[in-house]
Every structure is written in structure tokens, then in C-alpha cells.
């Protein structure tokens, strides 16, 4: 996707992205910055093992300013939500393993930091505009599919109880102080500068590391699950069409893939395209048994009425494009400290 020549809502404007040297936040800076004559602030709190990476950002680090700090910390956030015109709220925990390992840990990140940053645009910008990224994963397992918006919701795992209990401070703001609040529930995303280094936020991360390294992809069962797929281009032409839409507000709206892949054929299609890796099937380990929703995949008609998004890239060739980023920028992913700062002041719980 190129932004350039579009979205020029943007222009002139300021904007706040949490959690912006991850994963989805940097790729939407980058977005922003190629549109041109917007003021990028970025808060990340470089938490070991969540995806933030410098090097997200290191060739556009003079067009953006980022504030290495807490989401939780009122004082800082207090500071940086005044004057801003648009917040892409990304900042959070998106392990469901380490949710139900660490519960109070994902409560901190996924509640009380939200908690905070809202209270601090209800006091300093009430009226400001809020993305907030939830998850598919709060539908729990599908009584039918594709999900839509209506279908009942029953988190597997802390993780989504949390994202979702997020997702209505959101809208509970929205209708009691007029923060402009939209919610979106992504599916699995995929894409450039993703963190590799664990399989514990992405199973699609670990296939391509896998492929790419010739080792073994492991599947647990058969690899029959089905699931959907985003290439990160498209969730960021999302999220800034949701940004710049005041049809979204108040609205929570699905992301999702044009069809669901089975697990097994995700596989087979990084073994070719890379040329390396095998395939083992394993049994399902118990934690992760817990958790499995089984086949699981969102429709997105409602955004692509409201909005008129839709998934705009290939599996086939978003992977592509995913193997060529990371076989010209290996070393600033594959390293298990790849991200992290050296005595990182980052926060632990």
C-alpha cells in the first residue's frame, strides 16, 4: 500500500501511536510519514519480548519523536495526549500464552494502561480521536462462521477478556465524555518488521522463521485449523481509514482475510516459496489445547460497507514480500535481544 496521495486528512495533523515501534504501530508510522507534513509521536515502553524494535523505525527516526515510556505512567501520558488530533491506541500484550501464565501482568498492560491513557484524554482532550486495536480472539469458539460483529462473545483466555473489557472502556468513554473511539478486532496480521524471535504472539511468525531457517514447522494436530490472514498494509489502510472517518465512531468492526487457509497449507506455501523447512505434526501441548478455538475466521463486510475496506493482498504475495524484508534485514530479527536496548529501562512486572 502506498499512502502517498491519500489520506490527506492527515496532512497538518499530530498524531499519537502507542506501542508504535512494534510490529503494526511502526508499519502505520511509516504510513504516515510517506503522506507527508503529519507530527508523529510514538510511545513505547520497549517491554522485552513484545515486538518493539528501533530499527522498525531507524530510516524515518528524523520524521517521527519517540517517547520511550509507560503507557501506565499519568504523568508522562498526561503530556503527550494534549494537542493531539488523532491516537492509534496499539500498546497492550497480545500473548495469550503469557496471559493465563501471567494474568495480573496482562490485566496491567491490557486494562490499567488503557484505563489510564483514557482518563488522560478525558482530562486534557476529550474529544480526541482513538483506534484502539482489540482481537478476533474475544469471540472465543465459533458457533458459526465467518464471525461477524454479532456473533455472542466468550474469551478463551485472559488475554481476550481483557482486550475486551478494553474495547468497552473505549465505547463507555465515548458515550459518557465524547471521546471519538473506534474499535477494530484484527485477525492474525502478518508482514515486515514482525518480532520472530518467539512463537508465543504469532503462530504465522514462527512458520516463516521456521521455513526460513530450514527447520521444522511444527503443527499441532493436523494442521486442519483454518484461519485467516492479514498482510500488514492492509490493517494499516484500516486503521487509518478508520481514523479518518467519522462514520466509525462509536463502531467496533472486524478485519479479516478474503478466505481462510488451513494451517498445514500455510505451511506448504512458505516451504515452497522459501525452498527450505519441513512440516512435524505433534499433538496438541495442554496449554495450548486450553486456549485452541479451532477453526476461526472473521467476515469484514461490515468495514467494507461503513468504510469500504477489504484484505487487498494476497497470501501468496504478502509472504513474498514478508521472506524478501526479512532476507535483506535478518540480523535485526532473528536475534533473541534483536529490539531490545541495552540496559533496557524498560518496564517489568
Known amino acids: ?48 519480548g513484545q515486538g518493539g524494535n528501533p530499527h522498525n523505525i531507524h530510516d524515518i527516526r528524523d ?19 494534549g494537542g493531539v488530533d488523532c491516537i492509534f ?7 495469550h500464552l503469557d496471559s493465563m501464565e501471567y494474568p495480573q501482568r496482562d490485566l496491567e498492560l491490557n486494562c490499567a494502561a488503557q484505563l489510564t491513557l483514557l482518563e488522560a484524554c478525558r482530562s486534557f482532550n476529550p474529544h480526541v480521536k482513538i483506534v484502539f486495536t482489540s ?59 514482525q518480532l520472530l524471535t518467539h512463537n508465543r504472539q504469532s503462530f504465522i511468525a514462527s512458520f516463516i522463521r521456521q521455513a526460513m531457517d530450514g527447520g521444522v514447522i511444527e503443527l499441532y494436530g493436523e494442521g486442519k485449523q483454518r484461519r485467516d490472514l492479514n498482510y500488514v498494509d492492509d490493517v494499516v489502510e484500516a486503521l487509518l481509514l478508520a481514523g479518518a472517518s467519522e462514520a466509525a465512531e462509536g463502531e467496533v ?25 519441513t512440516v512435524r505434526c505433534l499433538p496438541f501441548p495442554p496449554e495450548r489445547q486450553l486456549i485452541d478455538i479451532g477453526n476461526a ?8 460497507s461503513a468504510l469500504g475496506w477489504r484484505p487487498r493482498t494476497s497470501l501468496r504475495e504478502g509472504l ?30
Request: hydrophobic fraction near 35%.
Open 135 to 193: 482481537t478476533r480472539q474475544i469471540y472465543g469458539s465459533p458457533v458459526y462462521l465467518p464471525l461477524d460483529e454479532r456473533h455472542r462473545v466468550e474469551p478463551p483466555d485472559i488475554n481476550g477478556i481483557n482486550k475486551l473489557a478494553a474495547e468497552q472502556y473505549h465505547l463507555l468513554y465515548r458515550r459518557l465524555y465524547g471521546v471519538r473511539a473506534v474499535c477494530l478486532r484484527l485477525t492474525n496480521t502478518y508482514g515486515p518488521r
Open 320 to 349: 513474498t514480500r514478508t521472506i524478501q524484508f526479512y532476507e535483506k534485514n535478518r540480523e535485526h530479527y532473528w536475534d533473541a535481544d534483536a529490539g531490545t536496548p541495552p540496559q533496557s529501562q524498560a518496564a517489568h512486572h
Open 1 to 48: 500500500m502506498t499512502a502517498q496521495g491519500r489520506f490527506v486528512e492527515y496532512k497538518g495533523r499530530s498524531v499519537l501511536i502507542t506501542g508504535g515501534l512494534g510490529f503494526i504501530g511502526s508499519n502505520l508510522a511509516r504510513a504516515l510519514a510517506e503522506i507527508g507534513g503529519v507530527e508523529i509521536n510514538i510511545l513505547d515502553a520497549l517491554v522485552p
Open 89 to 95: 491506541n496499539l500498546a497492550g500484550n497480545v500473548s
Open 297 to 304: 475466521y472473521s467476515s469484514y463486510e461490515k468495514i467494507e
Open 253 to 277: 468492526f472486524n478485519l479479516g482475510g478474503e478466505e481462510p487457509f488451513m494451517l498445514s497449507a500455510l505451511a506448504d506455501e512458505l516451504i515452497s516459496l522459501t525452498g527450505r523447512g
Open 63 to 81: 520524521r517521527v519523536t519517540v517517547h520511550k515510556a509507560d503507557m501506565r505512567n499519568d504523568w508522562v501520558i498526561n503530556h503527550l495526549v
